[in-house]
């Protein structure tokens, strides 16, 4: 037991400086944050870090932006606990610790090429953004590319502006909904479950992959939509949420039988997690 | 193979107190055995394993991962003296050995590692069991083994640096002494290897239905000893301390058999049930581990079913699987 490869400490975060902050919800923020000692992130579309607040502890956050967006990434953050409650309450300028990129990210390699239905449901636009803004930026890797989006109400859409440009993108076919709208708002768009926006797509099966990012509840109905399409486990995509304590394959909190969310996924192909219990 | 009184024995761990830090099974005045310093009680090398976890002496049960003082910077961490722990049974040596390559995986541990590196084990093994019964010798996962063969200890030395601990002493152990050692080797596996082999092939061949757990979820009072004792549980939470002008971060044990282990910050939680959590426990260390690593997780060491208060430790509910399913 002496020749046991250990580099820097695992579990030391790197210092990183917010530029903005905008809000996205009343219940989300968009971080937009730069490494202090100048290094981009390093990461690709679909991986995570592990936010580090001193006094809250750590939480995982998947990376919103590309990673061909140079200089700065960005973090999409619900308020849903103490350390992003914390965050929340940061502005420009503060400082918090980040480690990582961890996870496995978006096969690129596999998607090249491909019709990309890009899905996604509630807060996993954030993470299915990483992918979105990589095709704006790399046209030409992609064939056609097919964007749907779900929220619960209009006020709880994620990057309001962006979904605007990509429905008027000639590059993207985009599809928004929402399941309700609440008495006394305004809302001219298509108004019902994400489902709903599938049957009519044309697909060719075997030239589209989609991906899907959503709630726990979404992904049984929108791969049902898909396999009605006749499109495999093998063409499907998802991210899963886990509680990852440690980003790194060690604290246990994401297993999935024998795999590690943290490591093996969070991004997985359909056909590799859905015989597992409790994957979706 | 060396041979060592009990007198020698003492002799050669005393002079090891100047370099190593010294870890050991001592007596405590309950009469409680640990590992633990001979400051705190006398030499208790006979009785088999120690109750609690042994792995703790590289993974405890608090650990911290760093301090930061008022301006965020990380105060460095000092280096310690080398470990020489004695008293992993030969089943204790084989978890170890596990966790090892568990925490050098992927990214490597390096809380983990920061004292396990240098440390020297020295397994214990021979007529040493509870009311004299045999551990069968481990002929290997650590630095150098102390064999009790009734009267006095064989060393046998494994690693490069077992061997630099033991040079000064020659090899002396009389042959019928090294024959006892023999016969010992050749000890036939113990009849739960054959439950938790059968249960473990139950589980991965998906025939144990899901009642089965909610029985075991029903008896389970989630006390967590399980996970608490097992030397091959490694699963931890991260936490910060909060105190006037510093932070601390820290992992700490946890369980899975919480219902907040795996509770996420939207409400979603993948163990939601008493049944999910009891059979998480059982199939972690029965399919998906030797789904990922090879090798089932469990290495009878027995202190799940020694701890648990209703009878629900890996080996009991392993003999039910197989009684009740084949």
């Not at chain 1, 006394?184 to 992959?209: H, K, M, Q, R, Y």
């Not at chain 2, 648990?308 to 509910?317: E, F, K, Q």
Request: charged residues 20%.
């Amino acid at each position: 037991m002496s020749d046991t490869p250990c580099q820097r400490s695992l579990y030391q975060p790197f210092d990183c400086e917010i530029i903005t902050v905008t809000d996205l919800t009343s219940a989300e923020k968009l971080f937009r944050v730069r490494r202090m000692d100048g290094l981009p992130l390093g990461h690709l579309p679909g991986q995570f870090v592990q936010v580090s607040l001193l006094g809250w502890g750590e939480a995982p956050i998947s990376v919103a932006s590309s990673p061909t967006r140079e200089g700065a990434f960005e973090l999409g953050v619900r308020n849903a606990g103490s350390l992003t409650s914390a965050m929340h309450l940061m502005q420009a300028g503060d400082t918090f610790g980040v480690r990582g990129p961890f996870g496995r990210s978006f096969d690129l390699q596999r998607l090249h090429g491909q019709d990309l239905l890009l899905i996604s449901g509630g807060c996993g636009l954030a993470p299915l953004r990483s992918l979105i803004q990589y095709c704006e930026d790399r046209p030409d890797e992609f064939d056609q590319i097919t964007v749907l989006y779900g929220a619960k109400s209009p006020g709880d859409r994620l990057f309001k502006d962006e979904l605007a440009a990509w429905e008027a993108s000639a590059r993207f076919a985009c599809s928004l909904t929402v399941d309700s709208v609440p008495g006394g708002d305004c809302f001219s768009g298509s108004v019902g479950l994400i489902t709903a926006l599938i049957p009519p797509l044309t697909i060719v099966p075997e030239n589209t992959v989609a991906v899907v990012i959503g709630p726990p509840a979404m992904y049984r109905a929108v791969i049902a939509e898909l396999k009605k399409k006749e499109l495999g486990p093998e063409r499907i995509v998802v991210s899963l949420e886990r509680q990852m304590r440690c980003g790194v394959g060690k604290c246990g909190h994401c297993t999935i039988e024998h795999l590690y969310c943290c490591q093996d996924g969070p991004v997985f192909w359909l056909d590799e997690i859905e015989h597992l219990r409790g994957a979706l | 193979m060396i041979k060592l009184t009990s007198d020698q024995l003492d002799q050669f761990i005393t002079s090891l107190a100047e370099m190593w830090e010294v870890r050991l099974p001592i007596l405590l005045s309950d009469g409680t055995r640990i590992i633990g310093s001979l400051k705190d009680g006398p030499l208790a090398l006979l009785g088999g394993a120690i109750l609690s976890k042994p792995t703790a002496a590289f993974f405890p049960q608090h650990g911290t991962v760093f301090i930061a003082t008022e301006d965020g910077v990380p105060e460095s961490t000092d280096s310690l003296q080398p470990i020489f722990i004695l008293g992993f049974t030969p089943r204790d040596l084989a978890c170890l050995r596990f966790i090892d390559r568990f925490f050098a995986d992927g990214f490597c541990d390096d809380l983990y590692f920061h004292q396990r590196k240098s440390a020297v084990v020295a397994g214990i093994s021979g007529y040493c069991g509870p009311y004299g019964s045999l551990l069968a010798p481990a002929g290997g996962d650590c630095d150098l083994e102390f064999f009790w063969e009734g009267s006095s200890w064989l060393v046998i030395p494994y690693s490069s640096a077992g061997k630099a601990l033991v040079a000064e002493f020659t090899d002396s152990a009389p042959p019928e002494a090294e024959n006892r050692y023999r016969q010992a080797v050749m000890t036939p596996p113990d009849e739960n290897e054959r439950f938790l082999r059968r249960a473990s092939e139950l589980l991965r061949g998906n025939s144990v239905p899901d009642s089965f757990w909610v029985e075991i979820g029903d008896r389970c009072i989630a006390c967590t000893g399980c996970n608490l004792a097992c030397p091959t549980c490694t699963c931890f939470g991260v936490q910060d301390w909060r105190s006037a002008k510093r932070v601390e971060r820290s992992r700490m044990w946890d369980s899975c058999q919480l219902d907040g282990f795996m509770r996420e910050a939207s409400g979603h939680n993948p163990l939601g049930s008493e049944a999910e959590r009891s059979r998480r426990r059982i199939h972690h260390k029965l399919a998906a581990d030797p789904e990922k690593w090879g090798e089932i997780s469990c290495f009878l060491c027995g202190r799940c079913d020694a701890v648990c208060p209703t009878g629900i430790g890996i080996i009991a509910v392993a003999r039910e699987l197989v009684t009740r399913f084949g």
